[in-house]
């Protein structure tokens, strides 16, 4: 089991292209990650930080429009709010376009699928108003910039982020002997559920040497945490418990809680051997299979330890790792992986998507994404997508996927390839005589290309 | 020729792989009884004070005016209470004993109202969200106590993911707008190629089952230009109110076989504002889903049918300055079926006046509605008030029975 170019754009990349060549070997695959990040700028995603500005905007309009309900103003600002959001909406459906076309175009795809698996592993979105929209901000800002440093500073960029403060309610929890809790007692208290999901999801992992009190004094720790309109994230002093509080027998803060007290926490959580493992094994679980080989994980986990979190040094343990070319293992692609593999092998140029009316577009792409069981940066918990590969071969996934196999790339690419070529694009060394006779057999291209797509070699990483 | 003739013919396939049906039947293990429920989410805080209006209430027209009664206007009950004209067309169940409301009930979720939260718990079954122990539906757990249940017993329908059937137990998901409609050579050609990969191919298998079943076949002569105008109607379609029509026809379909609860949602009833027409919309859609499901289950297995529409909370008692309602408490749930002991509206009624109101704003609720969901799972599966209050509704007092079944 060694390094294979048709696994490293499969298993590692964002499928094969007919436009990109597949890597060599994996010197070529980190020196990539570490290199610029140059598809980001022809595809541009809006940073977090103008995302902001969209939710000041907001918030002056709809305090105009509470206090002047029923007068003329009133209805101008409930209109302006409307037109805001729906802005908002059109350009969460254009930052999927431009997911889509980064990962068609990319020759650093592993960077696009890293920032996936971390997004997800850091699930965050808005609950309410603007701010649902905001996920794909929130990728670009918090989580791409911390692809290749210590896990440390990604945990600390994506736990005290103003998305994922406002989606775990860290925003409405107060220490119990704060100031603002005494001055109206029995008003604020904690709120549990970030602690909580730090330590069951972020670091240590469900099984991890953590207990209910752990929890909570985490908990009293994050308080002064919050959200701020103008700054993004804030701390709230006077939200803050005071005194020391211990995780997992180390004490943190004092009298002057400050947000140093935060980070580090956070940094020792993410150094803990346990997390460690914890991470490792979800990130060989997410690119090979979803029972790893238990000696790549110890691999993975050895170099996190031995370079405390450095995730390069991680991912380049599990690049070199034999068990990572094991051809016998997969994984069923996700919907988004599949969806998107579709375009990169198809090579369906951005215009013809790029500028698609909305209803277009969500027809074409969010709508079937969702028939698959995927619901676009709306996640039905903060532990984000199911790996489980039976979660995803079920009836109804694999009939949204031949569905939109057979009917949408023909919507969106008129001159389609000939699908005896494009099994060979697709596929490569893996078509098989089935698939090859399909692609042969079709009555028409759009068939043929609906065949190769939903193939099981096709749908496979 | 026949389209197996044709197959053949045009594959020049040998007779064993023609001789294998393009679409076989799933097959279903034995159901366990005839009691069947049906659960509706409805996404969004239906506003109950709207749907089942207590006009009776002194202080009700004090906070929404006085009520248009009369053959355009609300369908009065029983002298307190009257239902929304949308919901009109549900009288006959009505007179029939077949519908019924429940008032002035909530899930234990009280004070930050976000939609959000709220979802998750009337989902979850659980008395709060701190710890968020499982993150499993109490749908799904109660599976796990129905004696001879399979996957094929419960079924998600829709593409919504319902958490309140995710967890242990397996269960089906289908939803009706996964229209498969190809060629019959793409069907042969795609479970040829699955082949490859014997898991694949079995859900292509159950999906060409359940998708012939589910109101249109699969299979169509022309690829080209019929899949295109399917692709068109569908879409148009998923803008309209038929889908959930559609949605409700499937769920008759399997309820009439071996499946015996089902669970899907009915979005678009966060009425801030102006919430006349949306939410006249909204119960529309309701109204005409339970008619649907009627119509599909008609027979024996109507009888055997118990429909709750339950809600994350209610809304706001008063209306607001933009004629639309906020996000509220207590609210109402609906009962519609055969096995239903209609015809009347239960509630332990709090009153409207503001000191009645659950912060001087909110209806007050009076019983946590998942009391009467866990009675109506005892009377319809046979479960027993020990596992409903500790495993599938922890911490739950499930009081005295409500006789919500006949």
């Known amino acids: 089991m060694r390094f294979d170019p048709l696994l490293a ?79 908002a909406r059109e350009a969460q459906g254009t930052w999927l376009a431009a997911h889509l076309a980064r990962r068609s175009f990319t020759g650093v795809p592993l960077r696009e699928r890293l920032e996936t698996f971390w997004g997800d592993h850091f699930t965050a979105v808005g609950k309410q108003g603007l701010i649902r929209r905001a996920t794909s901000p929130y990728l670009q800002s918090a989580i791409r910039p911390n692809l290749m440093g210590p896990f440390e500073d990604l945990l600390i960029a994506a736990v005290t982020h103003p998305v994922m403060v406002h989606y775990l309610d860290q925003d409405s929890s107060v220490g119990p002997n704060s100031q603002q809790a005494k001055k109206k007692p029995g008003k604020f208290g904690l709120n549990e559920n970030l602690a909580r999901e730090i330590l069951e999801l972020h670091t240590l992992g469900v099984g991890g040497p953590y207990t209910q009190v752990d929890v909570r004094e985490l908990a009293e720790l994050l ?7 103008n700054t993004g994230t804030q701390f709230r002093k006077p939200a803050a418990e005071p005194g020391a509080e211990t995780v997992l027998g180390k004490s943190y803060g004092g009298d002057n809680p400050t947000l140093r007290d935060i980070h580090a926490v956070l940094r020792d959580l993410a150094r803990h051997p346990v997390t460690a493992r914890h991470v490792s094994g979800k990130l060989a679980v997410h690119f090979i299979a979803d029972t790893p080989d238990p000696a790549l994980v110890d691999a993975m986990a050895a170099a996190w330890q031995d370079s405390d979190g450095d995730l390069p040094t991680v991912y380049d343990a599990m690049l070199n790792h034999p068990a990572a070319w094991n051809p016998d293992v997969s994984n069923i692609k996700q919907p988004f992986d599949f969806i998107s593999s579709a375009f990169r092998a198809l090579a369906i140029p951005f215009e013809n998507y790029g500028r698609l009316k909305e209803h277009q577009f969500r027809q074409r792409v969010q709508q079937p994404l969702a028939l698959m069981g995927h619901i676009w940066q709306k996640p039905s918990g903060p532990d984000g997508l199911d790996e489980d590969d039976s979660t995803w071969i079920s009836p109804q996934g694999v009939a949204a996927r031949l569905q939109w196999s057979l009917a949408v790339p023909r919507l969106l690419m008129p001159d389609l390839p000939d699908p005896r070529v494009f099994v060979e694009t697709a596929l490569g060394p893996r078509a098989t005589e089935r698939v090859r006779f399909a692609a042969k057999a079709a009555e028409s291209k759009a068939d043929g290309i609906g065949l190769v797509l939903a193939s099981p070699a096709f749908q496979r990483m | 020729m026949d389209r197996r003739g044709f197959l053949t013919r045009t594959l020049g396939l040998g007779c064993s792989l023609a001789a294998s049906p393009l679409v076989t039947p799933v097959s279903f293990a034995a159901a366990p009884g005839e009691g069947r429920l049906i659960v509706i989410i409805l996404r969004g805080a239906m506003d109950g004070l709207a749907a089942v209006s207590p006009y009776g209430d002194p202080a009700f027209a004090g906070l929404r005016g006085a009520l248009p009664l009369g053959d355009k206007g609300y369908v009065d009950l029983d002298g307190f209470y009257a239902m929304h004209p949308a919901l009109r067309p549900l009288m006959p169940l009505w007179s029939q004993g077949q519908l019924g409301f429940v008032h002035a009930v909530s899930t234990p979720y009280r004070d930050k109202r976000s939609h959000f939260d709220g979802q998750d718990l009337l989902e979850a079954g659980l008395p709060s969200l701190d710890g968020r122990g499982g993150r499993d539906g109490w749908l799904n757990r109660a599976l796990t106590h129905i004696p001879g249940a399979t996957a094929q017993t419960a079924y998600a329908v829709g593409s919504d993911a319902l958490p309140i059937l995710s967890g242990d137990a397996p269960i089906s998901r289908w939803s009706p707008d996964v229209d498969l409609a190809m060629t019959p050579q793409a069907m042969l050609l795609a479970q040829r190629m699955m082949q490859d990969d014997p898991a694949m191919l079995d859900a292509l298998n159950k999906a060409f089952a359940l998708a012939d079943s589910d109101g249109d076949a699969v299979a169509i002569q022309d690829g080209g230009q019929n899949m295109m105008q399917m692709m068109a109607d569908d879409m148009r379609a998923a803008r309209g109110a038929e889908p959930l029509e559609r949605l409700a026809e499937f769920v008759g379909q399997q309820l009439r076989e071996d499946a015996r609860i089902a669970s899907f949602s009915i979005n678009g009833w966060d009425t801030h504002d102006q919430q006349e027409r949306p939410l006249a919309r909204a119960l529309g859609r309701l109204s005409a889903t339970i008619l649907a499901l009627r119509e599909s289950l008609k027979g024996p297995a109507w009888k055997h049918t118990a429909v709750v529409a339950m809600t994350e909370f ?55 509605l998942r009391a009467h969901a866990g009675w109506l799972m005892r009377g319809l599966f046979g479960l027993n008030n020990g596992d409903i209050e500790s495993s599938i509704f922890p911490d739950l007092d499930m009081g005295a029975d409500p006789g919500l079944l006949l």
């Open chain 1, 9 to 87: 754009d499969i298993r590692f990349g964002c499928g094969r292209s007919p436009m990109v060549p597949a890597p060599q070997d994996v010197g070529e695959i980190m020196a990539g990650l570490r290199g610029p990040d140059v598809i980001a700028q022809t595809y541009p995603i809006e940073p977090f930080e103008v995302f902001l500005v969209r939710m000041q905007e907001m918030k002056t309009v709809s305090r105009v429009r509470r206090q002047m309900r029923g007068k003329p103003e009133g209805d101008v600002a409930r209109k302006q709010a409307r037109v805001m959001n729906k802005e």
């Open chain 1, 223 to 229: 308080t002064g945490l919050s959200l701020n309109f």
């Open chain 2, 314 to 368: 209610g809304r706001t008692a008063r209306l607001n300055g933009s004629r639309g309602t906020d996000h509220g408490t207590g609210g109402a749930m609906v009962l519609a079926g055969g096995a239903i002991r209609g015809g009347r509206v239960i509630s332990d009624w709090p009153g409207l006046t503001e000191a009645d109101l659950y912060n001087r704003r909110d209806l007050m609720p009076t019983r946590d």
